[in-house]
Structures are given as C-alpha cells and as structure tokens.
C-alpha cells in the first residue's frame, strides 16, 4: 500500500522559515520522481518543486524560486521542503506526491504539474500572517 505523509506544517510570520517532510512507502521510493504541490483555499492545487530520483535535478515553480529547496534521503524515504522566506501568499496545504510512472518511462523536465502525479498525501497546513 503507498503512503505518502506529510508533516512539518505549521504557522509563521512573514519572513519566517518551515521545513516540510514527507515520508514515503509502499513503493521503491528511488525509482521514482517525487513532487511537492500547494492548494490555497479557493485555487487549484499547484506544483511547487519537483526532483529526480537521485536528486541532482530539482525544478521549482518561479513563485518559490530561491526562496524553498527541494530535497530527499532515499536512505531514509523522505522528500523534504526547505521554505524560507515565507510570504502570505505561501499559505495554502502543502502535499508531496509520486509521479505516475516510474523515472525509467517518464522524465522530469519543470516544475511538477499535477495531473503527472499521484498517490496524494493527506497534507499539512502552512499559514503565513503577521
């Protein structure tokens, strides 16, 4: 059975920094590309930072661009997300997801978009307000 959880989420002032996790099984986790996605009240759920299996390639959307950083620890099956300079438009859940197909069929090349993903996380919440 693949689960994704989500953890880390949380609220902060302007300016201020979280790190999300997000810890995987039920699948071979270095097999696949793995992505972290936001949904705002109100909006469509949004790619945010996607990475390669072995995480040498990262990929972000321009919103988040020098501001988060994306990362994993395959020893450990967990996908991270450094978020640093949090603006209130940041607020939104934030979930981690796979790639449909593993990275052996399918390749990464942008920020993630959500139809090439699934096995959806339950998601954590991240509020940014002063």
């Known amino acids: 059975q693949v689960q994704l959880v989500e953890s880390g989420g949380g609220s902060v002032q302007p300016g201020g920094s979280l790190r999300l996790s997000c810890a995987a099984s039920?699948?071979?986790?270095?097999?696949?590309?793995i992505g972290w996605f936001r949904q705002a009240s109100g909006k469509e759920r949004e790619g945010v930072a996607g990475i390669s299996t072995g995480g040498a390639s990262t990929y972000y959307a321009d919103s988040v661009k020098g501001r988060f950083t994306i990362s994993r620890d395959n020893a450990k099956n967990t996908l991270y997300l450094q978020m640093n300079s949090l603006q209130p438009e940041d607020t939104a859940t934030y979930y981690c997801?796979?790639?449909?197909?593993?990275?052996?069929?399918?390749?990464?090349?942008?920020?993630?978009?959500?139809?090439?993903?699934?096995?959806w996380g339950q998601g954590t919440q991240v509020t940014v307000s002063s």
């Open positions: 997801a796979r790639a449909r197909q593993p990275a052996r069929r399918w390749t990464l090349r942008g920020a993630p978009a959500p139809r090439d993903f699934t096995d």
């Open positions: 039920g699948f071979p986790f270095t097999g696949y590309n």
